[in-house]
């Protein structure tokens, strides 16, 4: 029984920071569940909440059946994995693996063989007499794992465990911990500001910010039906393209364009000023293999980068960026791609291609829109508009 | 059911096993250190009689005898000259030594320990090896002068002659001599990044300039730090003259502390308590001025780039 | 444990072996010396500096007709053990360098782990008061010994510990200073450590001695160090505190001796040797340690 909920909980730090506030959150037993959000938003802080290392100071703390709100931690059945390791460096690595067991006096016997198990498992064999020190960075990143599988607990916490390591051994940790979780199918809790992490490993992804739950939903769900512009903003990469604009006629008008909306969308009888999100991969190059059923656009790019597989095209267009609060917060993480020298307050998008194409920059092209693919936000709030049509959520119980 | 935290633990957090942890800390601190500094000031007012070992108060009888005390007075004339000689000697020296140590030459580890090793000298072995070697019969240092030509001198049998010597035995060894601040200087040199005096000397900076352009500034704390310390450790000298002269010839070497020894000696708690206080009178003055002199600086610095 | 590492390195080269480095370009006029000219300033200014003690040591071997005899014999023709049998035979030395031991001993063990624990206190736990407290012991750092040695006497009088190594020991059980510089170090370590022994279930007391501790051993020897060499050299107190020879400490028992025998300089120089050779030893074998906890002490001071 590893389902963990959190009731209404809040943290507020000496001195009036508040950086939990009232999170309710329910992570199925077995789930991969990701906390993602920008630095700040209070990941860390609510992690430490589960764990029992920091206190709450408001709401509820449940694991399994049992309330934990105020159980110590080392009572809580949970195992932690830090973001800088905490390997005890005066130990070797059997000893670290073994550490936690001996405190809970286990018998020699199976303390030998869930160190043997980790060990195996992780590949960690050859490497058990050495010190930490004498690890390389992937390794010690397996040990702490480790650590916190022989003890079998009932959850796993891990804070940015992979922020430490190159970007290369981050994806192959990554698949690591994805197979790993498979195997074990321990409940899981997951802290990252990297929102590609969140994706790819998530069960469903927490999105915070400023302390409050944004959305909490499948990876596919939130990626296409962001709850608020933060969302939006804050996940895929390169991030969205967000613009002001004009719903009229059964169109979307900025730029001096006009696009027109998608058969089904439930805000062609609209007339009203809203924000326009458009994924950089809703464009395709207009060709011979383009759809001609959706509406073009001609476009002058300023910047083309050839990635092999995909080509990211970004152009200006004569319409006012989006630059509410809610937008620059996501984007203090995500890797836009911008000009060092930007000029007038001109929106700019970011286009991805397919990389046979071959766009020129400062030569005029054509691109197409795919008009299903288009997110529209509420100036005001930043909330979603149009979603209601559509089921609103996954059903709750598992 | 997990055990929920302990009752005392959720009402009162960590205070009450924070405070064991410190208890033992606290005992001695507070008990050898803030009490006395108190009962000090209330001995200083009181007259106690050893005899009938009756306490009476004093008022500033104490105090008033004390400046009127040739005996204390001379200690405190002895220790101004010991420091005021003592203190920019052991600096410069200190400083000297240390830019000498940092040098990058062969053998450099075998000169460091050969520098540090009197900082390790208990000051009684200082004072008891210098009053052998210094001896007006058969020391050593009369020798010397002998093979030189020079006449023998009286040494320790002569207070100007003995004061300067402490000066000269403090300096040499013990936990304030000029090893000890050559230890503390070099350690500030050697947290000077190569890059800055190699960036200062490809500038064109001959020696004298690097020195002032970048060692002197970084220098500057640890010599302020040195400055109030060994100014301290001057004031507080006891040891040394413990060691060698017990504060002769006559009463040439008395220095206030020992001057307070000897007034617990003969159980003269009044007056050696008044003692300290007139000490730590003029250590607070000494500091003020510091303070006030750093500040003037500083106000002085802002001035000139404003 | 990166903090931890990076600590050690810090002071590293004051005092790490001699490396030979190509000298820097020479001067102008002394191209013609074998040897970088910087030695014909540092051979002679160490060598004075540790001239006296040198002598000392010889002259604790020499009869009394070599040593006043000048130029002094660089090498004795005979070992001269007269100085130390005296000093053995018709002295209390090994009772006081006993005391001396005894008193070091107890007060290096009781600050390592009185102040490990008040460091550890203000370091890591909340508590009421805490920076009060912190602030108080802070300041009993710079008061002035003399101050609070009339009624530091009075208290032992009181407590009939005078004149015993009690009234040597206590006052320097815990100093100020270690609690301190231990404070500082395990704030430097990185709190995650603590958290996951605390996970892992220990309690405060044990993290402290599982973990905190073995990672704090370069802190730990320098409070060792520090209060071994003030243990075992003061005098002030034990001058006043301490009155029958038996329970003199060595410098002490020196200063004493000396004043008694003037006539028997080879035996006050052994006696000041012994008195010396204990520090000078852990000196020699701990270099580096010693020059850093100096350092330490005065630079963080
Ligand atoms: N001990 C503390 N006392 C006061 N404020 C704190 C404390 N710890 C964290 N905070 C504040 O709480 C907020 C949330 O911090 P938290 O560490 O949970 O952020 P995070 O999402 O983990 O960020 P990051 O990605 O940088 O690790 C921040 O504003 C932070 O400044
Ligand atoms: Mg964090």
């Not at chain 1, 390591?165 to 979780?181: C, N, Q, S």
């Amino acid at each position: 029984m590893g389902a963990i909920h959190l009731n209404g909980v809040s943290k507020v730090y000496e001195g009036g920071v508040v950086a939990v506030d009232d999170v309710s959150l329910e992570v199925r037993d077995g789930e991969f569940m990701v906390l993602v959000g920008p630095s700040g938003c209070g990941k860390s802080t609510l992690l430490r909440m589960i764990a029992g290392l920091e206190r709450v100071s408001g709401g509820q703390v449940v694991i399994g059946d049992t309330d934990v709100t105020h159980v110590a931690p080392p009572d809580r059945d949970i195992a932690m994995v830090f973001q800088n390791y905490a390997l005890y460096p005066h130990k070797t690595v059997r000893e670290n693996l073994a550490f936690g067991l001996k405190q809970r006096k286990a018998p020699k016997a199976l303390i030998e063989e869930r160190v043997a198990d980790a060990a195996r498992m992780l590949g960690l064999e050859e490497m058990l007499q050495r010190k930490p020190s004498q690890l390389s960075g992937g390794q010690r990143q397996r040990v702490a794992i480790g650590r916190a599988m022989v003890r079998e607990p009932s959850a796993f916490l891990l804070d940015e465990p992979l922020s430490n390591l190159d970007a290369k051994l981050r994806t192959t940790m990554r698949g690591e911990l994805a197979r790993l979780h498979e195997r074990l199918g321990i409940t899981t809790v997951y802290v990252t500001h990297d929102q590609v992490e969140a994706m790819t490993l998530g069960t469903r992804v927490a999105v915070l910010r400023g302390g409050v739950v944004q959305q909490c939903a499948s990876p596919q769900e939130l990626y296409r039906r962001p709850r608020n512009l933060f969302v939006a903003a804050f996940i895929g990469s390169p991030a969205m393209n967000l613009v002001e604009a004009r719903i009229e006629g059964g169109c979307v008008r900025f730029a001096g364009l006009a696009i027109p909306l998608a058969d089904g969308s439930p805000l062609r009888g609209a007339a009203r000023d809203v924000i326009l999100g458009v994924r950089p991969a809703a464009f395709t190059a207009d060709g011979p293999r383009a759809d001609e059923a959706l509406p073009r656009i001609e476009v002058v790019p300023d910047l083309v980068e050839h990635l092999g597989d995909e080509v990211h095209v970004s152009f200006g267009l004569d319409a006012t960026p989006v630059q509410g609060d809610a937008v620059l917060a996501a984007e203090e993480d995500v890797h836009a791609t911008r000009l060092l020298v930007e000029d007038a307050p001109r929106a700019r998008f970011v286009a991805v291609l397919d990389g046979r194409t071959a766009p020129v920059a400062k030569q005029p092209m054509s691109l197409r829109v795919d008009n299903e693919q288009l997110y529209f936000f509420d100036p005001a709030s930043g909330e979603a508009l149009g979603l209601a049509a559509e089921p609103s959520e996954q059903p709750a119980a598992a | 059911m997990p055990p929920h935290r302990r009752l005392v633990e959720r009402v009162f957090g960590e205070t009450p096993s924070a405070w064991l942890y410190l208890l033992p800390a606290v005992v001695i601190i507070v008990g050898l250190a803030i009490v006395p500094v108190f009962w000090s000031l209330l001995l200083s007012f009181q007259d106690k009689d050893p005899i009938a070992e009756t306490t009476s108060w004093a008022g500033f009888d104490n105090y008033r005898e004390l400046f009127h005390d040739e005996k204390f007075r001379g200690a405190v004339e002895h220790t101004i000259t010991y420091t005021a000689l003592f203190v920019p000697l052991s600096i410069l020296g200190g400083l000297g030594l240390a830019l000498l140590l940092n040098k990058r030459v062969r053998f450099i580890g075998v000169y460091r320990t050969l520098a540090f090793v009197p900082v390790i000298v208990s000051a009684t072995v200082q004072g008891v090896l210098f009053s052998v070697i210094f001896d007006d019969q058969v020391g050593v240092a009369n020798g010397l002068l002998d093979k030189v030509g020079i006449a023998p001198q009286p040494f320790f049998s002569d207070g100007r002659q003995a004061l300067l010597l402490l000066v000269l035995a403090g300096l040499w060894a013990g936990t304030s001599c000029i090893s000890f601040c050559a230890v503390i200087f070099l350690a500030a040199l050697q947290d000077i990044p190569r890059e800055l005096t190699e960036a200062a000397s490809i500038d064109g900076a001959r020696a004298w300039g690097t020195f002032k352009a970048v060692t002197a500034p970084a220098l500057a704390p640890v010599t302020i730090f040195l400055l109030l310390w060994q100014t301290v450790q001057g004031i507080q000298l006891f040891d040394l003259v413990y060691g060698s002269t017990a504060g002769g010839p006559g009463d040439a070497t008395v220095v206030v502390v020992y001057f307070i020894y000897r007034s617990i000696r003969e159980s003269a708690y009044g007056t050696g308590a008044a003692a300290s206080y007139i000490v730590v009178a003029g250590l607070a003055a000494i500091g003020l001025a510091f303070w006030l002199g750093r500040f003037a600086v500083s106000r002085r610095g802002r001035g000139a780039t404003a | 444990m990166s903090a931890v590492a990076s600590r050690r390195r810090g002071r590293e080269q004051l005092d790490s072996p001699a490396r030979p480095v190509a000298a820097g370009p020479v001067k102008k006029g002394w191209r013609w010396l074998p040897f970088d000219p910087w030695h014909l300033a540092l051979a002679p200014a160490t060598l004075l500096l540790a001239a006296p003690l040198l002598w000392m040591l010889l002259a604790s071997f020499m009869s009394a007709q070599q040593l006043y005899k000048f130029p002094p014999t660089i090498i004795p023709g005979s070992l001269h053990l007269d100085g130390y049998r005296f000093l053995f035979e018709d002295t209390e030395i090994s009772t006081w360098f006993l005391n001396s031991l005894i008193v070091s001993s107890v007060c290096v063990v009781a600050n390592v782990l009185f102040c490990s624990m008040a460091g550890y206190a203000f370091a890591r736990m909340r508590f009421r008061g805490s920076g009060i407290t912190l602030g108080i012991m802070l300041a009993t750092m710079v008061i002035p010994f003399q101050l609070t040695l009339i009624p530091t006497f009075i208290i032992f009088e009181h407590l009939g510990m005078i004149d015993t190594l009690w009234s040597l020991i206590v006052p320097s059980l815990v100093t100020p200073f270690g609690v301190f510089l231990l404070r500082q170090f395990f704030l430097s370590l990185p709190p995650e450590l603590e958290e996951a022994a605390y996970m892992d279930g220990c309690s405060r007391w044990k993290i402290l001695w599982t973990i905190v501790l073995p990672l704090a051993r370069p802190a730990l020897a320098t409070v060792a160090v520090v209060t071994f060499l003030l243990t075992w050299n003061d005098v002030s107190w034990p001058a006043i505190a301490i009155s029958s020879e038996a329970h003199n400490t060595l410098p002490l028992g020196v200063a004493s001796f000396r004043s008694r025998s003037e006539q028997n300089p080879s035996a006050i120089m052994a006696a000041n040797v012994i008195a010396t050779l204990p520090v000078l030893l852990a000196f020699l074998a701990a270099q580096k340690t010693f020059v850093r906890s100096i350092a330490s002490g005065a630079v963080k001071g």
